[in-house]
């Protein structure tokens, strides 16, 4: 699953198997034949760049869904508006570690975070030293020691 690990902190600790299942069923289908279904559940812990502090972040990913499916394209077009499941194509070339793996690239945190960061988060981009020896006096304040008879 190589687009997947492509999602990972390079040079950190080594993601953990992915642990998946897939289990197909047939569903009754009132006036017509059975349905083709589809269950997925798969899991990993992928480690991630945390977006706070930049370092890594142990994540587990968790995918869990349900496909239908369906005789051809045509089909698969004309109900995917409509149909609250995923519809897909039967076919001889399916693979299904395709599948597995597209699940969980798509069940991956928008924003990795640590719940508490092992270690301080800067709250500016601008260090505090250079800041205050680059501040110019306030304008205001000559006014100030003008209106007080100092010079």
Same mark, same amino acid.
């Given at each position: 699953?190589?687009?997947?690990l492509? $999602?990972? &902190?390079?040079?950190?600790?080594?993601?953990? /198997?992915? &642990?998946?299942?897939?289990?197909?069923?047939l569903?009754? *289908?009132?006036g017509?034949?059975?349905?083709?279904?589809?269950d997925?559940?798969a899991?990993v812990?992928? #480690?991630?760049?945390?977006?706070? *502090?930049l370092? #890594?972040? !142990?994540?587990?990913?968790?995918?869990e869904?349900? %496909?239908? %499916? &369906?005789?051809? $394209?045509?089909?698969?077009?004309?109900?995917?508006?409509?149909?609250?499941?995923?519809?897909?194509?039967? /076919?001889?070339? %399916?693979?299904?570690?395709?599948l597995?793996?597209d699940?969980?690239i !798509?069940?991956?945190p !928008?924003v990795?975070?640590?719940?508490v960061?092992p270690q301080?988060? #800067?709250?500016?981009?601008v260090?505090p030293d %250079?800041?205050?020896?680059?501040?110019?006096?306030?304008?205001?304040?000559v !006014?100030a020691?003008?209106?007080?008879?100092q010079?």
């Amino acid at each position: 699953m190589t687009r997947l690990l492509d $999602e990972q &902190v390079a040079g950190s600790q080594p993601p953990g /198997s992915v &642990v998946w299942r897939l289990q197909g069923r047939l569903q009754p *289908c009132a006036g017509g034949a059975d349905q083709i279904w589809l269950d997925l559940r798969a899991s990993v812990a992928l #480690p991630l760049q945390c977006q706070r *502090c930049l370092t #890594p972040v !142990l994540e587990t990913v968790q995918a869990e869904r349900s %496909f239908r %499916f &369906v005789a051809d $394209e045509a089909t698969a077009a004309a109900l995917d508006d409509e149909a609250e499941e995923d519809i897909l194509v039967i /076919s001889r070339d %399916f693979d299904a570690l395709d599948l597995v793996e597209d699940e969980l690239i !798509l069940s991956l945190p !928008l924003v990795p975070m640590h719940e508490v960061c092992p270690q301080a988060v #800067p709250m500016s981009a601008v260090d505090p030293d %250079f800041a205050a020896a680059t501040e110019r006096p306030n304008p205001f304040g000559v !006014l100030a020691d003008l209106k007080t008879g100092q010079s």
